[in-house]
């Protein structure tokens, strides 16, 4: 059983800026009236944050970790989430997005590289990895 600690773990915006911006630039150069051009450009920019909201919500700032090879269990002032990680879960170079799967539902979890030490990330990677050499 490994114990690890998450600290400044916050989220960027700038990824989902850039992304709304394109969207945005790609329907105001692809629709020809105005109207709809200004649609457009308003529900980009409300999915965009909605977008940022659903994000938030499942990117704890603080937080404490326990893995036990396949199990994980994040408790945080905020919410405590318990569950065995799933094959949904993916790896990036700046972060990984736990899928968790408790007894009441899955959870999503995302924890940025820079949040933790360089060991207890690897031992997180290592964890996704083998759930996903499993399938």
């Known amino acids: 059983m490994y114990r690890f ?3 400044n773990n916050n989220l960027d915006h700038k990824p989902i800026v850039v992304l ?10 692809s629709l ?12 980009s920019c409300l999915i ?21 090879q396949k199990q994980l ?5 905020k919410w405590q989430v318990q569950g065995t990680i ?13 899928c968790l799967q408790g007894f ?4 999503w979890l995302i924890i940025k590289s820079t949040s933790v030490q360089k060991t207890d990330l690897a031992r997180l990677r290592r964890a996704v990895v083998s759930v ?3 399938c």
């Open 20 to 29: 709304c911006f394109f969207i945005v630039l790609f329907f105001y150069f």
């Open 32 to 43: 020809t009236t105005l109207l709809a051009q200004l649609v457009a450009i308003g529900s």
């Open 48 to 68: 965009g944050y909605l977008t940022w909201l659903k994000l938030k919500a499942v990117h704890p700032s603080t937080g404490v970790i326990l893995l036990e």
């Open 73 to 77: 269990r994040f408790c945080s002032a």
């Open 132 to 134: 996903k050499q499993a």
């Open 5 to 7: 600690s998450v600290v």
């Open 86 to 98: 799933t094959a949904k879960s993916y790896l990036f170079p700046y972060c990984v997005c736990l």
């Open 104 to 107: 009441t539902g899955s959870y």
